[in-house]
């Protein structure tokens, strides 16, 4: 099983960055996908969420309306596309692949910095 993110990188606030995550090694249509952030001195938190029918999606408050979820599960990829990028945005972001309780599957992360 390999989760490999990439995309990340130094942005200006208001930038944007869009955020991949190639998945292998497991059936990826059938699994919850997430990406999570961690920035330093924090606790990791989600982010984002794609239910594994990629009908339903949620969001963390404080990315509503500027991050957007979505997968191509022909492609087995999941991606994060950033809007409005901020300064609080900072973090490790890296990709989750969930089924039950016993499969749960973490990329490395990327690293995102906002500042100008």
């Known amino acids: 099983v390999q989760l490999v993110e990439s995309g990340g990188g130094l942005v200006q606030p208001g930038g944007s960055l869009r955020l991949s995550c190639a998945a292998s090694g497991f059936t990826f249509s059938s699994f919850e996908l997430s990406w999570y952030r961690q920035a330093p001195g924090k606790e990791r938190e989600l982010v984002a969420r794609?239910?594994?029918?990629?009908?339903?999606?949620n969001y963390a408050d404080s990315v509503k309306g500027r991050f957007t979820i979505s997968r191509d599960n022909a492609k087995n990829t999941l991606y994060l596309q950033m809007n409005g990028l901020k300064p609080e945005d900072t973090a490790v972001y890296s990709c989750?692949?969930?089924?039950?309780?016993?499969?749960?599957?973490w990329g490395q992360g990327t690293q995102v910095t906002v500042s100008s």
């Open positions: 794609s239910t594994s029918a990629g009908g339903t999606t």
């Open positions: 989750n692949a969930r089924r039950g309780i016993l499969r749960n599957y």
